[in-house]
């Protein structure tokens, strides 16, 4: 893992404070410069900017319809966004398609779930390899003669080692859509990470799960970021494993970026409280409990 | 026994002629079964409707000609399936009469000018579209100069872009230009009723003189309707499976005036030697005998003597196999089955050439009046009238065969 | 019970090699080898009928194996797939007649120029969904049958074109006998290869884009590319299907290939089970067996008490076409998920025996 | 925030001294239920939901949480699943095997899992569509009042589909406060929230309760807050019901603490360093 | 150029009647995203039933009229009952396959009841034709175009604001949501199928009035496919506007061929052309609602 210090990023809409260390750009793995994104009427995105270091873990937070769900279709390519571009290992992927995308280190999981509700658990993470494989249709169906089989068969044990990992072995053959709404989410989280992603984009890995759950999804993040090299970014509302995990938060609100920085210095921020926790200042708050942050990627 | 194997189309898209036409060919089966048959051995007829659907009549046909009853010949019907068989009945040699008069079908060497499927087995009786139309055209050219027409007549081919309406096109064009017709390019219009205002006004505004249906009832009926109310006024010349007392019927007064070919001398009313067989052939599924039978029904009977005479020649003269009924069918000049004289219009089919008839009997549909009522009310009380026109003999030029 | 051997409680694989075989158990895999045996076998005591019939299934079978692809594992609903089937048979019988192509290469060849023109009338399902684009293959069946009814040079215009059979060596398969070994052997490498093709990776991709298109464009599947691709796949077995119907038939006409045989198709792969490569083929002979049956069923009717008391005579064709449309909406009333389906649970059922759940 | 759960008896039966005065709305009778005819999902569950009070339904990812109450509303038939054993009474009526329609006729609404709100309708045609089957004249008013909790869903004035996943959440409990049912199952309501709406919806459960004196039965993730706004809590593993009590009992048990709350009385545990060994529950 | 405006005239009133044949599509689309196949066989129906109503019962035909569109009502909520009822939850494309089966069903049943062949519907107006802009039309199409204007209007008014309309889209949106909200799927499939069936009848009547009443009548069922698509699978208002221009564009394509071209065929194909072209550039149709992409 990058031994780097952590590289604060350079754009306007800085605004936390501390975090400012010498950088080069080559440390950010991606970055946004005054993104917009308007629908009609609806502004759900205003002017965001932000930079994601190699190596973290970066969450995204705010009220319900702030944008976060779009920031993150903005990096996948779902969305296009109306004015400002995005940049990906120093490539500008603004009009890039989000299959392209993909092929360069992009995977994502989707907040209301998107399995291929028909396929097999084990059909739906192998989709994952696709830009990966280099079969196609021309040499699938001569399987034995052209050595497609001897490459899915590759594949399948390193699939194997995601379920493994994930420890969904035991609906590896079910089909995806009977499955219950928790583990469609770990199954999705599988397939996600099947891309062999540099970047991972979570939107609400943990919603529909309960602490116990939790914990295992909050273990299997930490350990993609920090054993698996990945780099992760996530959208979630649980604050307590956002405070946990991540390295660095920002907070969006109204289509706009309020705060971003260490996770403790983001929820001190009265604003946050505010908008987020619905917080009066002096309200006992869950969060005082937590723990001192993660250290950021060192 | 001997296996005879009948494809008819009761149900589908064509059933409108197809069910009188099938009827003709049972009863006229069942009519020589009950006379004693081919010598004395009967006839093992198996009627089958297929729906239209080509796919079914091969399975069907199949059926009939494998094993130990294989069928001595087929009595067919339409042009996809007739078609689709003719490289099997070849090969089977089990001759197949057919309702699909295509002039290709006239060509049993295949060495024609046009032709280029060989098609050995293939029978029909009556003229070949091509032949009808031909007969109609020079029937046309003469009425052109009867109504003191002046100038150049026009001329133009309707129809849906398929085989059967299609199959006598080229022919027909050629022709009329030989005749002095102007030849306008042709119209199509689908097999299926419609509004075909657009068509009629086009015709109108064209001042076409002499128009060739070359669908079925169904859709010419909607053309003739159409071309009413418009008021284009518009010699039509149907083609035999195009129009009969039905249609006209359907049509009203659209249809009157339309010319259509017949393939037997006189229609249900008319007066024949022959008629007597035909009312008790007509029995054989109508015990009351009050039955109007359509000329269609006619037709089917005239087909299945024909057939049935080869047979019996074919008994005398090595057995009732397809190769002996082939033959059987050279052996008769000019000829008409013993019972249907004065019906069944003279034939002749020779090893080289399968038009069979090349007389064209033309008749007219002459409709007056609210045509509500059944159609033998409407026959008998002369609402509907099918007159005739001429005879015209087409001639048996080389360069038209299987054309 | 005495044979506990055929049906194994369990299979335990101890490979990702064994896990990918296309028949789920040895015992299923030897099932479908003695079937083929068995089939191969077939001339030897069937009548023309029975093995017409099958052949029919073979090359209707591959066709519809090509418009589940579409339709069953891609999503995309086409009723135009018999104007691709009769685009094979053309160009099979042309490539032959015209270009002198040995019949035994214009097969497969008729088969890649079919692909082309899947292509081309695949583009719009670049941008075009559901229905949408099941009505814009409507227009191709149009097209495409006005094409064939107009290109003289190609499909003989309306006359049609005679097909030669197909010759290998100088032995012309031209007997039903005969022939049934071809249509067999082509449905054979045909399945196969939709099977292996369906287990890798463009398959996968495939289905991904019939199950969450939106998803599958984000795990790195072009979905212009696949929605296309499948469009050309599903026309390379119509074609495939088509040439193979025009050399046994040898002769071919526009006729043939109209909207109703379209829906067929459909029927199918419905009646089968979308999605389902065994139910394709299922599918295929219920359509094909289920007319025959309902003639040979109002064959016995007829001249019977019922006959006499409905005062059937001819109308009994009309009662044969009732019941075929009748079967049709039963079968689907009890078994809406296709014969695939009933199939599985079947199996599963046996698999459970004697205990259920 | 107020715990309605009052008397603490500990070791109380089934039902707690208060409440067994009161009528039970809804109680499941011992069901089975499969799916596709094989898939056995609930292996003889029971529960009861008293008349006006909250009940919690508790458990882990695939226990059936959502199986239970799709069989209660009827919804399990679009499913291809069924009841095969056991009974489930609405107010002294057995339900079972009840068109999902009618079911909502005599009462009962399910907030389904997954938002399901209708995409291309906008938020008021999806709220209209919640008082479906209602005749009254009071459905302008209850818009307000949803409005008035949700103003985000007033602002929004584009079809649903559009909305963000929380918004869909709002609509989707919006509808169900539209249909003025006597029972509402909610599954799940406060999935993709933002804490502050977490408590918003928290509180709009109870005061649903309270004020309108609807029935709720809850499934969450959420323990510590369904336990608070709860009366009494069903914990449910593998098809089964494994612990039932009035909300201050599983709050106070050891396991519940563990494994639904975080921790037990010491302070919370982090996310961060968590061991993959976990103990065994002791209730299985 | 008298022509071509005749032509264009009569595209437009050729064009209503494609309208309402294609409403009635839409409106089970609407309802169940069932695409039915056997809606020519409903025109079918509808044309003998009124048929026979005014020949083997003489009655005039403005009670026979009606009395078939009453008919024709019970035959849809019948329908509904014995065939559909039990699809319901089943997925679409089997139910599809089912109205392909009706078809099959119909088709024979009708031929079996009334015959192979094309019967005439009794003379009804005193005018059969009357002068519209010149063009001699057939009194029954503008009949059957003001009739279809108050359907039309009265289906706009129907689904945008009745509370039914309302539960019908969301039946078809989604069949489980739509009976966890209190919805009876029965209720809105009965109630699309039998108005559906009646609106088809107004067509059959129109169609067989003027070519008089056969079984291939039917095929207007498939021919308006393409106006459906045009106006947009989901829109009523798209019903009527796509068939106009199908009515339009197929006598334009005819005008153009027959003046100039001379291609031939122009009249049945063009329109394919034309169709796709559309939906290239609006791939949902003139007025159909998009799909929501959204993740
Ligand atoms: N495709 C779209 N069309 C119109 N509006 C949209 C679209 N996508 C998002 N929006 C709007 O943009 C806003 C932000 O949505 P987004 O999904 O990004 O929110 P979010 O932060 O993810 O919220 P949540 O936590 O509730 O998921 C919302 O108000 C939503 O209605
Ligand atoms: N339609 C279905 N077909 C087959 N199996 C199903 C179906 N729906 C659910 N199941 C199975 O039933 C079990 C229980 O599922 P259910 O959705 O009720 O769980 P849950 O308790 O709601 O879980 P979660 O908290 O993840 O939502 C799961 O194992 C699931 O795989
Ligand atoms: C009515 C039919 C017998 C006419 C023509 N022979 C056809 O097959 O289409
Ligand atoms: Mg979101
Ligand atoms: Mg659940």
């Not at chain 2, 049993?108 to 029909?124: E, I, L, Q, V």
């Not at chain 4, 909250?54 to 109450?69: E, F, P, R, Y």
């Not at chain 5, 699809?87 to 392909?100: D, K, L």
Request: net charge neutral.
């Amino acid at each position: 893992m990058s031994g780097a210090p952590v590289a604060p990023h350079p754009g306007p809409g800085q605004n936390s404070p501390g975090q400012k260390s010498p950088t080069t750009q080559a440390e950010t793995i991606f970055e946004a410069r005054g993104v917009n994104l308007r629908f009609g009427g609806v502004h759900a995105l205003t002017d965001v900017s932000f930079g994601i270091r190699k190596g973290e873990l970066f969450s995204i937070i705010g009220p319900n319809g702030a944008g976060k769900t779009s920031m993150v279709n903005c990096i996948s390519g779902r969305y296009r966004p109306t004015d400002g571009k995005v940049y990906f290992k120093g490539r500008d992927v603004t009009g890039m398609t989000p299959n392209h995308r993909a092929s360069l280190g992009i995977g994502r999981t989707f907040q209301n779930l998107a399995l291929f509700g028909h396929m097999t658990v084990l059909d739906n993470i192998m989709v994952g390899r696709h830009h990966l494989l280099k079969n196609n249709f021309l040499t699938g169906p001569l399987y034995w003669l052209t050595g497609a089989r001897k490459e899915e068969l590759a594949h399948r044990r390193e699939v194997e080692e995601i379920i493994d990992f994930l420890e969904i072995q035991h609906v590896r053959k079910a089909t995806a859509g009977t499955l219950s709404y928790g583990l469609r989410k770990r199954v999705e989280l599988a397939r996600a990470i099947a891309l062999k992603p540099d970047l991972i984009l979570l939107d609400e890995p943990m919603a529909g799960m309960n602490l116990e759950e939790k914990e295992d999804m909050a273990r299997y993040i930490v350990d993609l970021n920090e054993e698996f090299g990945m780099t992760v970014v996530m959208i979630e509302h649980d604050m307590g494993v956002v405070m946990d995990i991540s390295h660095r938060v920002m907070v969006l609100e109204f289509g706009k970026k309020i705060a971003e920085g260490r996770p403790e210095e983001v929820l001190a921020d009265p604003r946050v409280r505010r908008a987020y926790l619905g917080e009066d200042d002096e309200e006992e708050e869950p969060v005082a409990a937590v723990p001192p942050a993660r250290k950021e990627v060192a | 026994d001997i296996p005879v194997g009948h494809l008819a189309d009761q149900s589908g898209a064509t059933s409108d002629v197809g069910v009188p036409y099938a009827q003709g060919v049972a009863d006229a089966l069942a009519y020589i079964n009950s006379k004693g048959g081919i010598n004395g051995t009967k006839l093992a007829v198996d009627t089958v409707d297929y729906g239209y659907q080509a796919p079914r009549a091969i399975s069907q046909y199949k059926k009939w000609s494998s094993g130990s009853d294989k069928i001595a010949a087929l009595q067919g019907w339409g042009t996809a399936d007739t078609e689709a068989l003719t490289g099997f009945v070849g090969k089977d040699e089990i001759p197949a009469y057919s309702g699909s008069y295509s002039g290709h079908l006239t060509d049993p060497t295949g060495k024609g000018p046009h032709g280029s499927k060989p098609a050995p087995y293939n029978f029909f009786y009556g003229p070949s579209y091509s032949d009808a139309l031909r007969g109609m055209l020079m029937w046309a050219a003469e009425d052109w100069k009867k109504q003191g027409g002046q100038g150049k007549p026009k001329y133009v081919h309707m129809g849906a872009n398929h085989p059967y309406p299609n199959a006598p096109k080229e022919a027909g064009e050629q022709l009329a230009k030989e005749l002095g017709f102007e030849v306008l390019p042709a119209v199509q219009f689908a097999l299926t009723p419609g509004d075909y205002t657009a068509q009629c006004l086009t015709l109108k505004q064209s001042g076409v003189n002499y128009a060739y249906l070359g669908n079925t009832a169904g859709s010419n009926i909607s053309v003739l309707k159409a071309c009413q109310t418009v008021g284009a006024k518009v010699q039509f010349m149907g083609n035999v499976w195009g129009m009969d007392e039905n249609a006209a019927k359907a049509a009203g007064a659209a249809a009157d005036g339309v010319v259509f070919p017949m393939r037997t001398a006189v229609t249900w009313n008319g007066d024949a030697p022959g008629m007597k067989t035909l009312k008790d052939i007509s029995k054989m599924s109508d015990a009351a005998g009050t039955a109007y039978r359509p000329v269609h029904y006619m037709a089917g009977v005239c087909t299945a003597f024909i057939m049935k005479e080869a047979m019996d020649w074919a008994s005398k003269n090595g057995g009732v196999a397809g190769p002996n009924i082939r033959k059987a069918m050279y052996q008769k000049k000019d000829w008409v089955p013993a019972g249907l004289e004065g019906v069944c219009v003279p034939s002749t089919w020779t090893e080289n050439d399968h038009r069979g008839m090349t007389a064209v009997n033309i008749y007219r549909a002459k409709v007056g009046g609210d045509t509500g009522a059944g159609v033998d009310e409407l026959v008998k009380a002369g609402t509907i009238k099918l007159e005739k026109l001429t005879t015209v003999d087409v001639p048996r030029k080389p360069e038209w065969l299987g054309w | 019970m005495a044979n506990i051997s055929i049906i194994p409680s369990g299979d335990f694989k101890t490979s990702y090699g064994t896990d990918t075989t296309i028949f789920p158990t040895k015992t299923s895999r030897n099932f479908a080898i003695l079937g083929v045996v068995l089939l191969l076998a077939c001339p030897a005591f069937m009548d023309r009928y029975w093995l017409s019939l099958l052949i029919q299934i073979g090359y209707l079978g591959i066709a519809a194996l090509g418009l589940n692809i579409l339709v069953g594992f891609t999503g995309q609903i086409s009723i135009g797939h018999s104007a691709f089937f009769g685009f094979g048979a053309f160009a099979s019988a042309w490539l032959n007649n015209s270009l002198g192509v040995p019949v035994a290469l214009a097969i497969p060849l008729a088969g890649v120029v079919t692909t082309l023109v899947g292509l081309l009338f695949g583009m719009p399902a670049a941008r075009l969904k559901g229905l949408y684009l099941a009505i814009a293959t409507l227009a191709a069946q149009y097209i495409l049958q006005d094409f064939f009814a107009r290109a003289d040079w190609f499909t003989g215009g309306t006359a049609g074109t005679i097909a030669e059979p197909l010759t290998i060596f100088g032995f012309a398969f031209d007997t039903d006998e005969r022939y049934f070994y071809v249509a067999l052997v082509a449905l054979v490498v045909m399945y196969i290869l939709a099977t292996n093709l369906m287990r890798t990776r463009d398959g996968r991709a495939l289905v991904a884009v019939r199950d969450h298109y939106l998803s599958a464009e984000i795990m790195g599947i072009n979905l212009t590319k696949y929605r296309t691709m499948s469009f050309g796949i599903s026309a390379f077995y119509a074609g495939i299907g088509g040439a193979l119907y025009a050399h046994y038939l040898q002769f071919v006409s526009v006729e043939g290939f109209t909207i109703l045989f379209s829906i067929q198709f459909l029927g199918m792969i419905i009646i089968g089970g979308l999605g389902s490569i065994m139910g394709t083929l299922m599918g295929t002979a219920f359509m094909v067996f289920l007319p025959e049956a309902m003639q040979a069923l109002t064959k016995l009717v007829s001249g019977t008490a019922i006959d006499t008391a409905l005062n059937l005579k001819d109308n009994i064709a009309f009662l044969r076409e009732m019941s075929i449309g009748l079967v049709i909406i039963l079968f689907l009333v009890f078994e809406p998920d296709g014969l695939a389906h009933r199939w599985k649970q079947i199996k599963a059922y046996w698999k459970l025996y004697p205990f259920s759940h | 925030m107020q715990t309605t759960a009052t008397a603490a008896s500990t070791n109380a039966p089934v039902v707690p001294p208060v409440t067994a005065a009161k009528r039970m709305m809804l109680s499941v009778n011992n069901i089975e239920v499969v799916y596709n005819d094989v898939i056995l999902v609930l292996r003889g569950l029971s529960l009861e939901v008293p008349e006006g009070e909250i009940v919690a339904l508790l458990g882990a990812n695939g226990a059936g949480k959502s199986t239970t109450l799709k069989a209660i509303s009827g919804l399990l038939k679009t499913e291809d699943g069924e009841v095969t054993r056991g009974d489930i009474t609405f107010n002294g009526e057995r339900i079972n095997g009840i068109d999902p329609d009618r079911i909502v006729r005599k009462g009962i609404f399910q907030v389904m899992e997954g938002r399901r709100i209708i995409a291309d309708m906008t938020c008021l045609e999806n709220l209209r569509l919640g008082a479906y089957t209602r005749r009254d004249n009071g459905v302008k008013d209850d818009l307000d009042m949803v409005f008035s909790y949700f103003p985000r869903l007033k602002e929004r004035t584009g079809l649903a589909g559009y909305l963000s996943g929380g918004e869909q959440q709002m609509l989707a409990i919006g509808r169900a406060m539209m249909a003025r049912p006597k029972l509402i199952l909610m599954d799940e309501p406060s999935m993709g929230l933002s804490p502050l709406m977490v408590k918003e919806v928290f509180s709009i459960v109870q005061q649903i309760n309270r004020d309108l004196g609807v029935t709720i039965l809850l499934v969450e993730q959420n323990a510590r807050m369904a336990l608070q706004a709860a009366t009494r809590g069903y914990i449910m593993e593998n098809g089964k019901v494994v612990l039932d009590g009035t909300a201050e009992e599983l709050r106070n048990n050891e396991d519940v603490k563990e494994f639904y709350l975080g921790g037990g009385n010491e302070e919370r545990k982090s996310f961060k360093n968590l061991k993959s060994f976990k103990r065994r529950k002791r209730w299985i | 150029m008298t022509l071509l405006f005749q032509l264009l005239v009569n595209g437009l009133i050729v064009g209503a009647l494609y309208g309402v044949v294609a409403m009635s599509f839409v409106l089970i689309y609407k309802a169940s995203r069932i695409v039915n196949f056997a809606q020519g066989e409903f025109l079918l129906i509808g044309a003998w039933t009124c048929w026979w109503l005014l020949t083997s019962w003489q009655l005039p035909f403005w009670i026979g009229f009606p009395i078939t569109l009453v008919f024709m009502l019970a035959f849809g909520v019948i329908l509904q009952i014995v065939v559909l009822r039990p699809m319901i939850g089943e997925p679409i494309i089997s139910v599809i396959m089912v109205t392909i089966g009706l078809s099959i069903v119909f088709q024979a049943a009708m031929k079996w009841m009334f015959g192979v062949f094309a019967k005439p519907f009794p003379p009804i107006f005193a005018s059969p034709t009357m002068n519209l802009f010149g063009l001699e039309v057939q009194t029954v199409y503008v009949m059957s175009l003001l009739i279809s204007i108050l359907i039309m209007a009265g289906f706009g008014w129907f689904f945008k604001y009745s509370r039914t309309g309302l539960a019908m889209r969301a039946t078809a949106f989604d069949q489980q949501v739509a009976q966890s909200l209190g919805i009876s799927v029965r209720h809105m499939f009965a109630m699309s199928w039998a108005i559906s069936a009646m609106v088809s009848a107004v067509a059959g009547v129109t169609v067989g009035v003027v070519n008089g009443v056969s079984s291939a009548l039917s095929f207007f069922g498939i021919k308006v496919f393409p106006a459906v698509i045009l106006g947009g699978l989901d829109s009523v208002i798209g019903a009527v506007v796509g068939g106009l221009i199908v009515g339009v564009l197929e006598n334009m394509a005819h005008y153009l061929d027959s003046q100039w071209l001379n291609w031939g065929n122009m009249y049945e194909i063009a329109p394919f052309y034309v169709l796709i072209a559309i939906l290239m550039i609006k791939p949902y149709g003139l007025f159909g609602t998009k799909d929501i992409e959204r993740v």
